[in-house]
T-cell receptor, first 117, second 114 residues
Framework: KAGVTQTPRYLIKTRGQQVTLSCSPI?????VSWYQQTPGQGLQFLFE???????NKGNFPGRFSGRQFSNSRSEMNVSTLELGDSALYLC????????????????FGPGTRLTVT | GNSVTQMEGPVTLSEEAFLTINCTYT??????LFWYVQYPGEGLQLLLK?????DKGSNKGFEATYRKETTSFHLEKGSVQVSDSAVYFC?????????????FGQGTRLTINP
């Protein structure tokens, strides 16, 4: 069974540009969550999508957005990039079927390393 | 709000030494607790979990017990190997509606020398 895949694995952008990252969940998983990992702030929750709807959102500015498609694949977008957006962006999928069923184990992808210069 | 505090690293041990990585948490409600491990260049892997007080999670020789009275979930291993070198994260998630979200500690880098 294929794991969570993220593309691209590495990305270099300049300040002011925008970027789109992609995540393909494990087959059958309908929930996709995104996390940002930096040396200073550690791992922080960005948002979760389930059935093409954002279900949870972390404390990030509106420059960070995402969406989920009908096949459960998800993208996140960061507009007007800042140097502080340099990070490893991790995607995780889980087999949550209905809202309110409680926590389901999340499986993480290898991440996309974004460098903003 | 919910938070997780881990012992600061890095931690360096010799092979076959005993390992303890401390983790304490603050949470409303009744959280589930997790330890994740991250090897160089990879994403996170779930190492073990516990979903209620006094549960003991275990995997690959690692253990952690959910202690509600001390709000702790310390990770232990009796005899570490070089292959255990990685970064370890303690995390929690509160059960309930729309709670598909993990709150992580800062991570502890572990290096095992042969």
């Amino acid at each position: 069974k294929a794991g969570v895949t993220q593309t691209p694995r590495y990305l270099i952008k300049t300040r002011g540009q925008q970027v789109t990252l992609s995540c393909s969940p494990i087959s059958g998983h309908r929930s996709v969550s995104w996390y940002q990992q930096t040396p200073g702030q550690g791992l922080q929750f960005l948002f979760e999508y389930f059935s093409e709807t954002q279900r949870n959102k972390g404390n990030f500015p509106g420059r960070f957005s995402g969406r989920q498609f009908s096949n459960s694949r998800s993208e996140m977008n960061v507009s007007t990039l800042e140097l502080g957006d340099s990070a490893l962006y991790l995607c995780a999928s889980s087999r949550r079927h209905e809202e309110g069923q409680g926590y389901r184990e999340q499986y993480f992808g290898p991440g996309t390393r974004l460098t903003v210069t | 709000g919910n938070s997780v505090t881990q012992m600061e690293g890095p931690v360096t041990l010799s092979e076959e030494a005993f390992l303890t990585i401390n983790c304490t948490y603050t949470a409303t409600g009744y959280p589930s607790l997790f330890w994740y491990v991250q090897y160089p260049g990879e994403g996170l892997q779930l190492l073990l979990k516990a979903t209620k007080a006094d549960d003991k999670g275990s995997n690959k020789g690692f253990e952690a017990t959910y202690r509600k009275e001390t709000t702790s979930f310390h990770l232990e291993k009796g005899s570490v190997q070089v292959s255990d070198s990685a970064v370890y994260f303690c995390a929690l998630s509160t059960l309930g509606w729309g709670a598909q979200k993990l709150v992580f500690g800062q991570g502890t880098r572990l290096t095992i020398n042969p």
